[in-house]
């Protein structure tokens, strides 16, 4: 599937998300409907570490719709970590989305698995 933005909804809300886990992290995995990607699913105990993270995806279900993942840096860094770069592989997909304290409007980037910035276009 050719993935050809994020909704503007689910962007807000992963900012908010952000604001209100601050100073925890939060983290799940977007899902895409018709090439647009609108659907967060939050990985439970998001205030925690990868070891919970890694659980989860072990146990999930293969899901042909993953676009990526989502994650905050409440240190507001916005270039992905090293643990970041062993997640996303994992969760599979092309678009993993951080956001970074103070999670204002521009405050996100998307990297592509291997951390690379990637653009992707905001869609209402
Ligand atoms: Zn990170």
Redesign the pocket.
Known sequence: MHIRGISRDLLDLLLSIGKEQHPHEFAGVLREEEGVIRELNLLPGTTSNEHSARLFLDMMPLDTHIAGSA?S?PNGVMI??D??LSFFPRVGGRFHC?VGFPYEAGDWRFFSADGTPVDLEVVE
């Open positions: 994650h840096h992905p970590s643990a970041d951080i």
